[in-house]
């Protein structure tokens, strides 16, 4: 079957050389079997079987009208898309069962689209089915390997090549060639290593709440801030935080800055909660908050996504994006999910007028891992 | 070399047709011929051509599935280079003041502001940009289902190893393209999926944080991402896609198409219908067929309505977010990698929660799939050219580790939605992760053994029609008073499609000996590879032979003729 088969004991060796029953006996024994082969013979392709446009002028003559139906539907699809491009106000909406309001504009352009496109495919095919011949075709296959004459050229041209060039005689030019090969990627790829971005430095272990703008090269100093509502930009009252609600906090000016607000919500992002003091279980946790109010990163400690979810019930917070599950009773450890570590939590107090104030920094890096992160 | 039947039954409405060659051009066909012969005096085009244009290709509706990924990239690429005309990749700041009323006035990018205006202010972007988004997930969804064809009738064995493993990279590829491209408008979606991926890059070892700082260029978010993600989008990962296309395509059309077995199919021919005029129809008629099923559902099913949800911001975020389809496994696996696993030593953090999800297993499944057709090589010592496909149920522990390997796929993408079963089947959140952890590693075995046995089953069912034929239901009574069905025959074109596959058997470890005639002990590879081999092929069943055929005739109930092939020791190879 395969043409890179070796012959076998008893295979029917080729019958002009020596008749069509002759087997060779220079390689074992030979099992006769009955005459019966030993596998089933390929029976070769099936008679044809004619199709009705075959044989019938009229299922034809049919199959020709369906086919032109089909291109004639194209040009009308085409038409519909033309009309709706001009005709028809991008903004207007139609209903339609089953889907809602939609932009009429966009759905005609689409059908239409449609129709233009699937009315060529639909007949060509169905002129290919009905009308083109179905006899099937033989192809035959050849080996993909290349005769050893010709692989044994190839291999002669690089040698006669090589001796040419002498490059085996002259190895000063065999090794500065390959250095200079190895080396020639160096200009290309260093400025764009070198040009991505700057060296992290500390900023991944810094945030807004250390004093300001914690980009890589800055080093803020400490001073305490006042909890800003985000979006609001507003500082919250001790007393405006009644049991239960959440606020989505920022350090003050941080929406003030000119550059890299966004940058700087990725790591300064605080929720804050009451709790009734009695349902929190580590002391830690109630001596970094103000009267049950406590405060924590936003910022999963899994991947980094804001953990959005409040559980009023039963304080817990859920991130989400991988369903890493924490528990503010707890200092919010992790008490479910791929996350392993508790949210880092903000240490906060109330300044004279009676406003949330961070009272120190975030004692660790905020969001996910890093290596040396610690 | 190719022969047609010289009578057709078409021919009689042909009768008054003249003769090809005495038959006069058209005005129209001598100018296309005076174009033809201009370009081929100059390029000697013409016979490459004929030979194209004569070249045969089987015909069976799962070689449809690759022209299907092929036709969706097509798509993508037409409707990627409309999108570009309008698209603005750039982070930097503006405000909204586009059609899409309740956005109006809000701070956002200026992608994302040009991803609404060509969503409500171009005439037709709208319909474009569903189309780029549906073609992209069809491409995805059809060069997977392609290589589960490919993979499952053997077509990847010699001399296609080499053309799977571009499929490989080709599909990887496929699934990087669309993530930096589903990432581009900087939606608060796509940009939470953006913050994930910086997670995930921050957790290798030693060089995740410059690495984060080297992709965004400073810290997250930046505003380098989206223009560099939209260079790797339009231009990098296209050129490479296409370049590796191309490659694939020429390797397809100088091995030749692979056939499945059947009555004048062998291993040495094509059967099939040549591209002039078949051919060029019908998978040219395809392409439109697939683009137009493409537009139905863009027109009609809306994708990725980022006007939903707003402008990136790291603060908030959307309940339920998924990426798509093709990143879910990943997504899976990271909800399902317990927390315990990230360790900290020295002052180090090693997120081993993290880093096999997210970084590992991508690249990981497409070297396990690259590698395969290697592996089953070794097993098997198979040194020939196969183009004739197998039945999978023809290679039963093949069959069987392919679906254990879509299985454990399979349990890592449920996993990416186990918020939404949670909340769609008021289930506990809780007990389906540790449900999908189980089996992760449960299921797997569960599939394969299961798969092979129905593999091994439908064979021996297959004997059983060979040996005793269809059962007619027509029950006979003899003169004697004895009654039996009757059994129909199979036509030897019905029976070769049965048999025609090869007897297995494993491999047998045996002495070697040097060239002293000195005994070399077994290595432990000989035995590793004599144990693979039994796993594969020590239960398999063997085809009908002649002589058990005639031998079932003989005494019309040969059950034991049905069990008998499996470990009929007649091997070929």
Known sequence: MNEQDTTRAGDVLPAEEFGAEAVRLDQGHVVGHGGIPEVFQNPGLPPHA?????????????????????????????????????????????????????????????????????????????????????????????????????????????????????????????????????????????????????????????????????????????????????????????????????????????????????????????????????????????????????????????????????????????????????????????????????????????DDEGYLVSAQPFREAVGPSFWERG | MMTTANARPADALRADDRPVSTRTPSAGARKIGGVAGWVDDRTGAAKGVGYLMKKVFPDHWSFMLGEIAMYSMIIALISGAFLTLWFVPSMGHTVYDGS?????????????????????????????????????????????????????????????????????????????????????????????????????VQTAPVIGSYLVYGIFGGPFPGEAIIPRLYSAHILLLPAVIIGLFTAHILLVAIQKHTQYPGPGRTNDNVVGFPVMPVYAAKAGGFFFIVF????????????????????????????????????????????????????????????????????????????????????????????????????????????????????????LMFAAANDIMAIKLHMSINDITYFLRTAFFVAPFIVFWVTKRICLSLQRADRNKVLHQRESGTIIRTPEGAFFERHEGLSEYERWKLVDFEPVAPIQLEQRVDANGVEKPLTGKDRMRARLSRFYFKDAVQPVTPAELAAAHHDGHGHEAIEAGEHAGSVHR
């Open chain 1, 50 to 350: 004619p199709r009705t446009t075959d044989l019938s002028e009229a299922a034809a003559k049919r199959a020709e009208k369906q086919v032109a139906a089909l291109f004639a539907l194209s040009i009308v699809g085409t038409i519909v898309f033309v009309l709706a491009y001009f005709l028809v106000d991008i903004r207007a909406t139609t209903y339609v069962p089953g889907i809602g309001v939609m932009a009429l504009q966009h759905l005609l352009l689409g059908i239409g689209m449609a129709a233009a496109l699937l009315g060529i495919g639909f007949g060509a095919v169905h002129w290919a089915k009905t009308l083109m011949p179905d006899e099937e075709v033989v192809e035959m296959r050849h080996p993909m390997r290349s005769s050893d004459a010709d692989r044994a050229a190839v291999v002669q041209t690089l040698t006669d090549g090589g001796e040419a060039a002498q490059i085996n005689r002259r190895p000063l030019i065999k090794y500065t060639l390959g250095g200079a090969l190895g080396l020639f990627a160096v200009p290309v790829v260093l400025p764009v290593l070198g040009g991505l971005g700057p060296m992290p430095q500390k900023s991944l272990s810094l945030t807004f709440w250390n004093g300001g703008p914690s980009g890589p090269g800055e080093e803020p100093t400490f001073t305490p801030m006042r909890l800003m509502r985000d979006p609001e930009n507003t500082p919250i009252k001790a007393s405006d935080v009644t049991i239960g609600s959440v606020f989505h906090v920022l350090p003050e000016g941080l929406l003030d800055l000119e550059h890299g607000v966004l940058e700087e919500k990725a790591k300064a992002a605080v929720l804050l909660m009451r709790l009734d003091p009695k349902d929190i279980k580590v002391q830690k946790e109630i001596d970094w908050g103000h009267q049950g109010i406590v405060a924590y990163s936003k910022i999963c400690t899994h991947v980094g996504c804001p953990v959005g979810l409040y559980e009023q019930g039963t304080h817990h917070l859920l991130c989400p994006c991988h369903q890493s599950t924490f528990d503010v009773t707890q200092d919010c450890k992790v008490i479910f999910g791929p996350a392993k570590r508790a949210l880092p939590q903000l240490k906060i107090t109330v």
């Open chain 2, 100 to 200: 899409y009323a309740p956005l109006r006035g809000v701070e956002m990018s200026e992608a994302y502001a040009s991803t609404l205006h060509i969503s409500f202010d171009v005439r037709g972007g709208l319909i474009i940009r569903q189309i780029h988004h549906w073609a992209a997930l069809m491409f995805v969804v059809a060069v997977v289902v392609h290589m589960f064809r490919v993979f499952f009738t053997g077509a990847f064995r010699k001399p296609r190893e080499l053309n799977w493993v571009i499929g490989s990279v080709l599909a990887l590829l496929a699934i990087v393209e669309g993530f930096s491209g589903y990432s581009l408008p900087d939606d608060l979606l796509s940009g939470t999926g953006i913050r994930a991926m910086q997670g995930f």
């Open chain 2, 292 to 411: 137009g099923v493409i537009a139905l559902i863009a027109a009609v099913i809306s994708i990725n309505p980022v006007w939903g949800y707003g402008p990136y911001d790291p603060s908030p975020v959307t309940a339920g977010s998924q990426p798509d389809w093709y990143m879910g496994f990943a997504d899976g696996a990271l909800r399902l990698l317990p927390g315990w696993l990230e360790f900290t030593a020295l002052g180090y953090t090693l997120s081993l929660n993290i880093m096999p999800g997210a970084l590992i297993l991508l690249p990981l499944v497409y070297v396990v799939v690259g590698v395969y057709p290697f592996v089953e090589r070794w097993i098997t010592g198979d040194d020939r050219e196969h183009h004739l496909l197998q039945r999978p149920r023809n290679a039963p522990v093949r069959t069987a580790i392919g679906m254990a390997g879509i299985t454990m796929y399979s349990v």
